[in-house]
C-alpha cells in the first residue's frame, strides 16, 4: 500500500510538472474553435471512465441531467457522444444518418465475430451494405418468415406443455423462455436444434453448454474492455477478457464446423437444391460467383452468429420483463385476460393472425420496451466524418451512444414515467419500428435491427399465449412490492435477479 501511494504520488508531482512546462513552453496552434457538446472534465489516461459505475446507462442518465440532451465524454483515449432526448436521437439516427453508420472497432468484434466479418460489427462499408441486403431481402422477408410459421406455433407449445408440467411448483421462467427462443432461431437459422436436452442424444453440445456459450458472447460484447478504450494498454488485458474471447471463437468455429459440414452433406449431388433454413440460403450466397462482395465461409459463421445472438437473448429478456412488471400489478393481468377471453376464448390458443386484434397485448410489450429496452443504449455507433449537431462539433472517429432508457424515463418525453402503464399507448399511434424517436427499441435507420419483425412475433406470442393458457402467482410469502426490479448491464439487460412464479393452467386441460 505504501509503496503504491508513494507511486501515485511522484505521477502525480511528474505529470502536474510537465503540463506547468507544456503551458510555458508549447503555444497553442492557432485553429478554428470547435465547440464540443457539454461533458464533465477528463482525467489523463482514463478520461471520465471514473464516472461510469457498473450500469453505465444509469451513470450516464445522471450526467444527463447536468449536461444536457447532447453530452461529450471521453472513454480513456476516445471521445464519446451521449445522446440523450429524442431530437438528438432523430439528428443522429435520421437526419445525420449516414454521418453515424459505422460501428467502432473493439476486441469482441474481432474475436467474438470473425474479425468483423458480421454485421452486427461490420464498419459501414460495400460489405456491410451487402450484409443488410441479403438480411432484409433473403433472410427476413415476410414470405420467408412466414415459412417459418409453423416452427414458432410448434415451440410455442411445447413451452406451453413444459410449463404446464410444472404448474403449482415454483419456476425460474427465464431459463424456459431462452430455451424457446433459443430452440425457434435455431430451427429457422439452422433447420434443427444441435443442441441435445437429455444425456441419451448425442448431439454437439447440449442445451446447457450452448445456453453458456451465448450468455458468454452477450457479456463479452457488452463489457467495457479497458484495452479498447486505452490502447497501450490492450496487450496487458488487464480484465481477461479477451482471452475469454479466443476461447469462445474456438468453440463457436468448432460448433459452426460442424453445422456447415451437415448442410454440405445434405446439399451433396442434389439438383435443384431447395434451401430450408437461413445457413442454406448463406452457404447458397457464398457459392454465387456473380455477387458484388464475396461471402466467404467465415463471413457466413459471423452471419449466422449474428442471427442466434442477435434472437434469443433480447426476446427472453423482453418477455421475461413484461411478466415481472405484470405481476408486480396483478390489475393488468385481469385486463389482459379480460381481452383474451373475449376475442379467442378459452377453447384455443391464440394465433399470430390474432395478434392485430389484440391491442393490449401489443401495449404490454410498447410498455415493456419502453421502460426496458434490452439495447439500453443501442449498438455503438461511430462517426465517420466531422458533423454538427445542434449547432455543436462532433468530431469524425468519435463513439456516439444513443441512450434509450434515458429517454424512456424522461418526464417530459413520458408522462410518470416511473410508473409501468400499458394503458398510456391504447388509441397512440406510437410505433417501435424506428419512427417514433421517443420510443426506439430496435434503432432506426441504417443500423436499425434487421431481426425486428421477428423478435415482435416472438415477443408478442409468447406474452398473450403465457397469460392465455396460465393464471400467475408469486410464490407463497412473496408479496409484489417484494419483486425486486434491478438490472445487470450487458449488450442485453436483463433482471439481476431472475422471475420466479408459480403457474396454474387456465385452459382446457387437453390443450396443453
Ligand atoms: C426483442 C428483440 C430484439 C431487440 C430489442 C433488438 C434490438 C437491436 C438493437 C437496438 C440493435 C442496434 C441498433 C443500432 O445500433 O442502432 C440491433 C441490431 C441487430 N439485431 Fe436486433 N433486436 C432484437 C431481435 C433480433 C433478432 C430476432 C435478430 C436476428 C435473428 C436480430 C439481429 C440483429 C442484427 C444482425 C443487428 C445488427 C445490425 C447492423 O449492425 O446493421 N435482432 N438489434
Ligand atoms: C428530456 O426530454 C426533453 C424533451 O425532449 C429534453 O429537452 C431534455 O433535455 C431531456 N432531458 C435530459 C436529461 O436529457
Ligand atoms: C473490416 C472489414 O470489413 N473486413 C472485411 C469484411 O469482409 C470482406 C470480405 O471478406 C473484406 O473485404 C473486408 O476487409
Not at 71 to 79: A, E, H, N, T
Not at 102 to 126: C, D, E, F, V
Request: aromatic share 10%; glycine share 6%; charged share 25%.
Amino acid at each position: 500500500m505504501e509503496s503504491l501511494s508513494w507511486a501515485i504520488s511522484t505521477l502525480a508531482l511528474i505529470f502536474a510538472t510537465l503540463t506547468l512546462l507544456s503551458k510555458l513552453f508549447i503555444r497553442k496552434s492557432p485553429k478554428l474553435k470547435l465547440k464540443f457538446p457539454p461533458g464533465p472534465k477528463p482525467w489523463p489516461i482514463i478520461g471520465n471512465l471514473n464516472l461510469i459505475g457498473p450500469l453505465p446507462h444509469q451513470s450516464l442518465h445522471k450526467l444527463s441531467q447536468t449536461y444536457g440532451p447532447i453530452m461529450q465524454l471521453k472513454f480513456g483515449s476516445y471521445p464519446v457522444v451521449i445522446a440523450s432526448s429524442p431530437e438528438i436521437a432523430k439528428q443522429i439516427l435520421r437526419t445525420h444518418d449516414h454521418v453515424f453508420a459505422s460501428r467502432p472497432q473493439t476486441a469482441a468484434g474481432k474475436y467474438t465475430t470473425y474479425n468483423y466479418l458480421n454485421i452486427t460489427w461490420a464498419p459501414h462499408g460495400p460489405y456491410w451494405r451487402q450484409g443488410r441486403k441479403f438480411y432484409l431481402s433473403e433472410l427476413f422477408n415476410s414470405k420467408r418468415l412466414d415459412s417459418f410459421e409453423y416452427v414458432r406455433v410448434e415451440e410455442n407449445r411445447a413451452f406451453l406443455s413444459r410449463l404446464c408440467a410444472l404448474s403449482g411448483k415454483p419456476v425460474t421462467l427465464k431459463e424456459h423462455l431462452s430455451r424457446l427462443t433459443l430452440s425457434i432461431i435455431s430451427r429457422i437459422v439452422l433447420g434443427k436444434k444441435y443442441f441435445s436436452v437429455s444425456e441419451f442424444d448425442s448431439s454437439i453440445v447440449t442445451l446447457d453448454e450452448f445456453q453458456e456459450m451465448l450468455d458468454e458472447l452477450f457479456l463479452l460484447n457488452g463489457v467495457l474492455n479497458i484495452g479498447d478504450w486505452i490502447p497501450w494498454l490492450d496487450f496487458l488485458d488487464l480484465q481477461g477478457y479477451v482471452k475469454r474471447m479466443k476461447s469462445l471463437k474456438e468453440k463457436f468455429d468448432r460448433f459452426h464446423d460442424h453445422v456447415f459440414g451437415e448442410h454440405r452433406a445434405n446439399k451433396e449431388g442434389v439438383k435443384e437444391f431447395v434451401p430450408k433454413d437461413m445457413v442454406d440460403v448463406l452457404l447458397k450466397l457464398a457459392d454465387d460467383p456473380n455477387i458484388e462482395v464475396k461471402l466467404n465461409y467465415d463471413s457466413v459463421k459471423g452471419f449466422t452468429q449474428d442471427l442466434i445472438a442477435g434472437g434469443t437473448d433480447t426476446s427472453a429478456t423482453t418477455v421475461e420483463w413484461a411478466m415481472s412488471e405484470l405481476m408486480k400489478q396483478p390489475h393488468l393481468i385481469e385486463k389482459a385476460t379480460e381481452e383474451l377471453d373475449r376475442v379467442i376464448g378459452r377453447e384455443r390458443w391464440v394465433e399470430e393472425k390474432d395478434i392485430a386484434q389484440l391491442p393490449y397485448i401489443d401495449a404490454i410489450m410498447k410498455e415493456t420496451m419502453r421502460k426496458h429496452p434490452v439495447a439500453v443504449m443501442l449498438a455503438p455507433h461511430l462517426a465517420l466524418e466531422d458533423c454538427n449537431v445542434e449547432g455543436y462539433d462532433i468530431r469524425k472517429g468519435t463513439r456516439v451512444f444513443i441512450n434509450t432508457w434515458s429517454i424512456g424515463r424522461n418526464s417530459s418525453v413520458w408522462e410518470a414515467p416511473e410508473e409501468f402503464k400499458p394503458d398510456r399507448f391504447l388509441g397512440k399511434a406510437i410505433d417501435v419500428k424506428g419512427h417514433n424517436f421517443e420510443l426506439l427499441p430496435f434503432g432506426s435507420g441504417r443500423r436499425m435491427c434487421p431481426g425486428y419483425s421477428l423478435g415482435l412475433k416472438l415477443i408478442r406470442s409468447s406474452i398473450a399465449n403465457m397469460l392465455h393458457g396460465f393464471n400467475w402467482k408469486l410464490p407463497e410469502n412473496m408479496k409484489p412490492e417484494d419483486l425486486n426490479m434491478d438490472e445487470v448491464y450487458g449488450l442485453a439487460t436483463p433482471r439481476k435477479f431472475p422471475l420466479v412464479a408459480i403457474v396454474e393452467p387456465r385452459l382446457p386441460i387437453h390443450l396443453y
